[in-house]
């Protein structure tokens, strides 16, 4: 369960350049909420404020009624998936989908249960012993979204995950993402500069212009309007 408030969130970078005046941005519990428009937007800037990799600059962001402004990302309960995967190209898959269970200090019967059957949901079962440079990049995204979920988080992030595939793939894993979504009810937050994807994939989206959140609607309400 989380339900994720934006209240007036700004960003303004050390050499004084403002990226996100405020967005205002009320995200429901299972919502999957994509930002989209144009390189240099504020995409990233914004979620990565949410993940706790760029600091808040003003404004509030609350999960579940807890201000996260000051928490480190570790103690945010989010996981992020990125674009270009992020996965140790030394471990095996198995390995890669563990390491922050490992870390977080959890017993290796329930590492074991929660690999394999993460590993199950993706169709990564026969994979598991391989390292990423064995591996597809269809098969590399399933292993950096294995990555996230195997950390039950409250919150997923994705910033521009399928833009290294081939158009044929990308179409295939939105479909697989959308669907893991549903089935998980996790409450996510997704950037790309793709306006087909953002339409196909959101329940909501919010449209970014210089930092603003200039609309927000569901795809319906942006885009099919007379
Ligand atoms: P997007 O993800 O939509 O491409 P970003 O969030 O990366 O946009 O960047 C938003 C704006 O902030 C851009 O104008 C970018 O040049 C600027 N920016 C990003 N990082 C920094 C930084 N560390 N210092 C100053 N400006 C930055
Ligand atoms: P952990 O997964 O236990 O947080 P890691 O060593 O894997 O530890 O990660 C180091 C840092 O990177 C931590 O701050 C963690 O929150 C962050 N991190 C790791 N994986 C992800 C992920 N998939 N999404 C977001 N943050 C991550």
């Not at 200090?105 to 329930?110: E, R």
């Not at 979504?181 to 937050?189: A, I």
Request: hydrophobic share 40%; glycine share 8%.
């Amino acid at each position: 369960m989380a339900e994720v408030i934006l209240k007036e969130v700004g960003k303004t970078y050390p050499n004084g350049f403002n990226a996100i005046p405020a967005v205002d941005l009320h995200i429901a519990d299972g919502e999957f909420i994509v930002l989209v428009g144009p390189s240099g937007c504020g995409k990233s800037t914004l979620l990565r404020m949410v993940a706790g990799l760029e600091s808040i600059t003003s404004g509030e962001l609350t999960i579940n009624g807890t201000v996260m402004n000051k928490k480190e990302p570790a103690d945010r309960d989010i996981a992020m998936v990125f674009q270009n995967y992020a996965l140790y190209p030394h471990m095996t898959v198995f390995n890669n989908m563990a390491y922050g269970l490992k870390n977080r200090g959890v017993d290796k019967a329930t590492i074991l249960k929660k690999v394999n059957s993460v590993g199950d949901m993706l169709g990564l079962e026969e994979l598991l012993d391989r390292k990423p440079k064995q591996l597809s990049g269809g098969q590399r995204q399933r292993v950096a979204m294995g990555r996230a979920m195997v950390r039950d988080p409250q919150v997923f992030l994705f910033d521009e995950p399928l833009s290294n595939l081939d158009a044929k793939l990308r179409v295939q894993m939105r479909v697989e993402i959308r669907q893991l979504q549903r089935k998980l009810g996790t409450t996510t937050l997704y950037v790309t500069h793709d306006q087909v994807e953002a339409m196909t994939l959101a329940d909501r989206l919010v449209v970014l212009n210089k930092g603003n959140a200039e609309q927000i609607g569901t795809p319906l309400e942006l885009y099919e309007r007379p």
